[in-house]
């Protein structure tokens, strides 16, 4: 079982960098593929990227690609969010999530709501422009 807390967010001006941090507890921690989605205000949730147990291997949203990198230390049972170049839609409530992956390469099937088992409450990002 893993226990995802997101931390990190805060109100940040466009163009700005930010560090999300989703600390998870739990044995199965460094099994686990984790991903992050986001709500934007008035908006469904959607997928942003996601990396491999071993953080070998990383799939983006294409909506996402070129600003946001994802990474993760399992020895402090960490995962991260850089956003770069922060924009006005990128003001959302960002999750992190974890699910059963071990020994599975990052890939589309983590787009989906349905590969993960375990969320973090999430943490609000806002950027002003």
């Known amino acids: 079982q893993v226990q995802p807390v997101e931390s990190g967010g805060g109100l940040v001006q466009a163009g700005d960098a930010l560090r999300l941090v989703c600390d998870a507890s739990?044995?199965?921690?460094?099994?686990?593929?984790l991903g992050w989605f986001r709500r934007p205000p008035g908006k469904d949730r959607e997928f942003v990227g996601a990396?491999?147990?071993?953080?070998?291997?990383?799939h983006y949203a294409d909506s996402v690609k070129g600003r946001f990198t994802i990474s993760r230390d399992n020895a402090k049972k960490s995962v991260y969010l850089q956003i770069d170049s922060l924009k006005a839609e990128d003001t959302a409530v960002y999750y992190c999530?974890?699910?059963?992956?071990?020994?599975?390469?990052?890939?589309?099937?983590?787009?989906?709501?349905?590969?993960?088992?375990?969320w973090g409450q999430g943490t609000q990002v806002t950027v002003t422009s």
């Open positions: 990396i491999s147990w071993d953080g070998g291997s990383t």
């Open positions: 739990g044995r199965t921690f460094s099994a686990s593929a």
């Open positions: 999530a974890a699910g059963a992956g071990y020994g599975v390469t990052a890939n589309k099937a983590m787009e989906s709501p349905i590969f993960y088992d375990y």
